[in-house]
């Protein structure tokens, strides 16, 4: 949770707040079933509410998950996210399993501890949950981290990009071995770019979102590297990049869209069933395991 004022906090720069990550479905019932009946996330009722979309709310951030009639591509990377009762989530995934809701998919828990689960989704997109209160967080709830594999010497250029051209406040780290550019994208939520070797670096097909202090100026930035897609007009614009700063050259093929702090959907209340802390499955977690093991049945 969040830290007290005492202690010294990263900065937040240019850019304030990681609003969503989206990627591609084919269809939505898997996205339910394991968001919903799983995760104990909720569908917002009032933006992608029809069939061509899903917009899945996660504390104050969203997945976004749009159906063009194509599964999803695989994601190389990994997803953090902060939950309040990990275990409460297990059981739930777990009576999913047993009644054969996930058959037939890539799903599968990864590993299990204490205070983490790291689940591949039924479309194959891994994600860890986070106990809420195991590592710093502003809310039991929410989008930690999005980690996306780069090829080795990516992480100085994609530095270079998210200082000079987002104002943002990036460090290279070492995180489990890999060299990575750690990319502060608000309070306590990042994108960290981990060099790795890998086969294929497919990221076209995903892309994340994120709000920004000073649009006009990086729109310019994006116009002179022949980086915007589209025309830009309003409170939103998608890149292609990130790119060099100097030489507008594309550094990786990864989609930013970025918004400004004056578009209406900027910190707009969304819906949500947890914490759960209180409500309603916390109670039930155990109960559920149990009867789950038994091969029962428990509408909930």
């Known amino acids: 949770m969040a830290s007290n004022n005492r202690e010294m906090l990263p900065e937040i720069g240019g850019i304030v707040h990681l609003e969503h990550f989206n990627f591609e479905m084919l269809e939505h019932e898997w996205a339910t079933l394991f968001f919903m009946n799983g995760l104990g996330l909720t569908r917002d009722p009032y933006k992608r509410t ?115 051209v987002m104002a943002a406040p990036v460090q290279v780290q070492k995180i489990d071995g890999e060299t990575t550019a750690v990319v502060n994208m608000g309070p306590y939520q990042f994108v960290r770019y981990r060099e790795r070797k890998l086969k294929d670096y497919n990221l076209h097909d995903f892309h994340i979102a994120y709000y920004v202090t000073h649009y006009n100026t990086i729109r310019e930035k994006a116009i002179k590297a022949e980086a915007l897609m589209g025309d830009g007009v309003g409170q939103l614009f998608f890149c292609r990049g990130p790119f060099d700063p100097k030489t507008g050259e594309p550094i990786l093929d990864f989609v930013q869209e970025v918004r400004s702090i004056y578009h209406p959907d900027f910190m707009r209340p969304l819906v949500n069933r947890w914490p759960i802390i209180d409500e309603p499955f916390s109670q039930q977690g155990d109960i559920v395991r149990d009867l789950a093991a038994q091969g029962l049945d428990v509408a909930q």
């Not at 059981?91 to 590993?111: C, H, P, Q, T």
């Not at 983490?116 to 590592?135: K, Q, T, Y």
């Open 50 to 164: 029809d069939e061509t979309n899903m917009g899945v709310n996660i504390g104050l951030q969203q997945f976004h998950l749009p159906r063009r009639g194509r599964a999803t591509p695989p994601f190389i990377g990994e997803i953090g996210l902060m939950v309040p009762g990990v275990r409460v989530v297990e059981a739930r995934l777990e009576r999913l399993a047993n009644l054969g809701k996930f058959e037939g998919s890539v799903y599968e828990i990864l590993e299990s501890a204490e205070e983490e689960l790291l689940v591949r989704s039924p479309w194959g997109v891994v994600i860890r949950l986070l106990e809420a209160g195991s590592v710093p967080f502003s809310k039991p709830l929410g989008l930690v981290y999005v980690d996306i594999p780069v090829r080795p010497g990516l992480a100085k250029p994609l530095t270079d990009f998210y200082k000079k």
